[in-house]
């Protein structure tokens, strides 16, 4: 019963004929009432440090945004651009990255697509290639940080990794490939070298309202919090709630308003699929699929093995039901294996976020972006994106396998 609520999970996730968390919830509770998994062990089978750490930066970035933050650097990526196309490029490239790894790569793209499409529309050039690079940047971007990318959420939890220990064992990999693309992405996409048409003196003023600065003061203090986690023993969806709720009493005005700016439909997806893990967990299937991974002829191989097993699946479904059903398989080969360690947890992490670039149902910024570029009228195929995303994904994937190989090189049995 659990294993076919897993299949329709992906089959409608596929579909997009429903909204996920109602496709989730939905199995998520046809199981609670079938009996397959008792209403305590769903309630206590949801992460509610992940629940607490996703609402809080919804509602700290909601706030930033409201300020005017995001529209400001779309406006001075714009203007830096002086009307170049690649130049344009390469500033919402850096701006993205950088952007994702401090928040959360689908808050980036929902703030930033809207100002890179008008960008090119004043250009006169085809947003889409542009998108496409928004969306490698943001997941590559996102896969820095442990608050950046949902998966990395799910299994620094699971891992109990604070996010210094996440940034300094992942963060040089994301780097490495965002620089090592940036040389070959002229080889993936093609761009005009000049604008049809001049990029104009003038724009309508960006407002920045005068509590930005608080705000950015307060996003300041909440990432030094995540920053120093493990000494203040503090768990990081608290220190997201404390930060929302500094930016709320801040924003006296916004007292009233806040939960609007929470997005309740990816909170729900991510519960019910807490739960239908947590139903496989209870079934047994955890086990058994921990067993057949922890094979000791795989020995050292076993990082590697899991990096391109999660890549290759996330290219062709969502990463984050995926992550979340590895978590307790990873979990349980750590506890019984001495063998292995932190390394397991980062090649899935790694495995989600490059995989999730090949095609566009791999990850949920991906679809955030095409569907942002269809309201406006552009049209993001997927064929379209997948000639892009797979030479993407193949080349970050070759540039991870070696940083893994290197950096748990004594990882194993030798």
């Not at 994106?385 to 290197?406: C, I």
């Amino acid at each position: 019963m659990t294993l076919f609520a897993l299949l329709v999970l992906y089959v409608l996730l596929l579909g997009d004929w429903f909204h996920r968390a109602w496709v989730a919830l939905g199995l998520a509770g046809a199981l609670v009432v079938s009996g397959t998994i008792s209403i305590q062990s769903a309630w206590s089978s949801i992460d509610w440090n992940t629940i607490f750490l996703l609402a809080g930066m919804m509602v700290l970035v909601a706030s930033l945004g409201e300020a005017g933050l995001f529209s400001y650097l779309g406006d001075k990526a714009r203007r830096w651009s002086r009307g170049q196309p690649w130049r344009l490029l390469w500033i919402f490239y850096a701006v993205t990255a950088i952007t994702s790894a401090i928040l959360d790569n689908v808050t980036t793209v929902l703030l930033l697509s809207p100002i890179l499409i008008a960008a090119a529309e004043e250009l006169e050039i085809n947003p889409v290639p542009l998108l496409m690079v928004e969306v490698v940047a943001s997941n590559l971007g996102g896969m820095t940080t442990l608050v950046g990318d949902p998966p990395n959420i799910l299994i620094g939890t699971a891992a109990d990794l604070s996010f210094t220990e996440f940034l300094k064992i992942v963060g040089p990999a994301a780097l490495m490939m965002l620089a090592l693309l940036a040389i070959v992405l002229p080889r993936f996409i093609t761009l005009p070298t000049r604008a049809l048409r001049p990029l104009a003196n003038t724009s309508v003023p960006v407002t920045v309202k005068p509590e930005l600065k608080g705000l950015l003061v307060i996003l300041v203090l909440t990432l030094s919090a995540f920053v120093f986690q493990e000494p203040l023993h503090i768990p990081v969806g608290y220190i997201a709630l404390g930060g929302a709720g500094l930016a709320v009493l801040f924003r006296r005005k916004f007292l009233s308003g806040w939960h609007r700016h929470i997005d309740y439909g990816t909170l729900g997806f991510f519960v019910g699929v807490f739960i239908l893990v947590g139903a496989l967990e209870s079934a047994g299937f955890i086990h058994v699929m921990a067993g057949w991974l922890n094979d000791p002829r795989l020995g050292g191989w076993m990082p590697l093995l899991l990096f391109f097993g999660t890549a290759i699946f996330s290219a062709g479904f969502d990463n984050v039901p995926l992550v979340a059903a590895l978590v307790p398989v990873l979990g349980h080969i750590v506890s019984k294996d001495p063998r292995f360690g932190v390394e397991l947890w980062l090649a899935v992490a790694m495995g989600a976020s490059v995989g999730g670039n090949a095609t566009i149902i791999g990850a949920s910024a991906n679809v955030v972006v095409q569907g942002l570029a269809l309201e406006k009228g552009y049209r993001m195929s997927f064929s379209d994106y997948a000639r892009f995303g797979f030479k993407v994904a193949g080349f970050t994937s070759l540039v991870a396998a070696a940083y893994l190989t290197l950096r748990f090189s004594g990882v194993g049995p030798r």
